[in-house]
């Protein structure tokens, strides 16, 4: 079996080379693509390019393992490796300019599926502010050169809080119920608009947590990863949507009763 720092490594590689041509584009100027599951779903020509790139990486270092990308779908594999990509995480944000957006690759074993599988390495690469988060089973989650680790419990004023909501608006009086139950426990509520650095966010100790309903395989299989190195918790749960399954990532001490409060 191959080792996890060694997915990890390769992750970390493609990554940043997939970061920066990224960066390069938006700097040239983005092309919506098209629209996906609503009309607030698009994907820009960038997205495309960058999976693109990756794909053509992976297939290079590691002929033969799987693939499940936001953009190009599913490839099955034939050593155990899936690698689970999205090539631009905070789609939005990257065709607005505003500068928070990922590029998120994780390396899982067993059914590419979540709940299923088994993330072995990961990395989540933030052009426009240089970081590069990545972690591999066992061996921590870093920034860098620099050991991660959640806040293990929030500060007395609350905790600091993110969240998303979807794409399709029918979805939003759910997604803002929710934020009124946890608001009692919360000193404030972030909505950064990219999941995989929400996740790193609280790998590194910048959110006491994040929770969102409707998030896709590809926004959290690499992020999931970094927070559990770090020393948090990350769970899922269908609740009243099993089609927008919730994700809940947080420092231990503050976990359980996000997840209950964020459930429905
Ligand atoms: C996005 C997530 C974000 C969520 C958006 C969307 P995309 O992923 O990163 O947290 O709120 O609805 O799913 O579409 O930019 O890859």
Redo the contacts with the bound molecule.
Sequence with gaps: MTDATDLEAIATEIAREAGDLARRRRAEGVAIAATKSAIA??VTEA?REVEALIRARLVERRPGDGFLG?ESGAEEGTTGVTWVV?P???????AYGIPA?GVSIAAVTGPPIPGEWDAVAAAVYAPATDELFHAAVGHGAWLGDERLHVNDEPSAAGALLA?????DSATHAGDLARVARVMPIARDVR????????FAYVAAGRLDGYY?R???P??HAAGALLVTEAGGAFGRADGSSPHRPLTVAAGRGLFDELFALALD
């Design positions: 779903d698009i997205d936001e999205d631009i995480d905070g789609t939005v944000n990257y957006y969240t998303g909501f979807g794409y909505r950064g608009g990219a999941a995989s650095l929400d969102e409707g998030l896709q590809w926004d």
